[in-house]
Nanobody
C-alpha cells in the first residue's frame, strides 16, 4: 500500500524559509501528480501547491504565489515544498497527497486519494 510521509515541520520566525519533504517509501509515486494542502486550526484543509507527474505543470494558491515552490524528484519518490517569507497565517498542519491524475486538476482536492499524516508548521511573529 502506498504511504506518504511528510517531515520537516517546526516552529520558525516570520520571514524565515522552511522546506518540507514528502516521501513515498513504498513507491507508486510516479506517474501521479502530487499536492500540498495545509490545514490551519479550526479551518478546512485547502490547496496551496500542486505539480504534475513530470514537473511540467505547477499550480499555486494566490496567497503563496512567489513565496512557495513545489518540486519533485521521481527517482527519490519525494515531493518538496519550499516555503519562503513565511507569515503567521501560514501556520498549519501541512499534508501532502497523491492525485488520481498525472497532470490535470492539480488544485482540486477531491482528486487526491492518498494522504500523508501531516507535519506541523508554526510561524511566530
Amino acid at each position: 500500500q502506498v504511504q506518504l510521509v511528510e517531515s520537516g515541520g517546526r516552529t520558525v520566525q516570520a520571514g524565515d524559509p522552511l522546506g518540507l519533504p514528502c516521501a513515498a517509501p513504498g513507491g507508486a509515486f510516479s506517474p501521479f501528480a502530487m499536492g500540498w494542502f495545509p490545514q490551519a486550526p479550526g479551518q478546512e484543509r485547502e490547496f496551496v501547491a500542486g505539480i504534475s507527474w513530470n514537473s511540467a505543470k505547477t499550480a499555486y494558491a494566490d496567497p503563496v504565489k512567489g513565496r512557495f515552490t513545489i518540486s519533485r524528484d521521481n527517482g527519490k519518490n519525494t515531493v518538496y515544498l519550499q516555503m519562503n517569507s513565511l507569515k503567521p497565517v501560514d501556520t498549519a498542519v501541512y499534508y501532502c497527497a497523491r492525485s488520481i491524475y498525472s497532470e490535470t486538476s492539480l488544485s482540486d482536492m477531491g482528486k487526491y486519494d492518498i494522504w500523508g499524516q501531516g507535519t506541523q508548521v508554526t510561524v511566530s511573529s
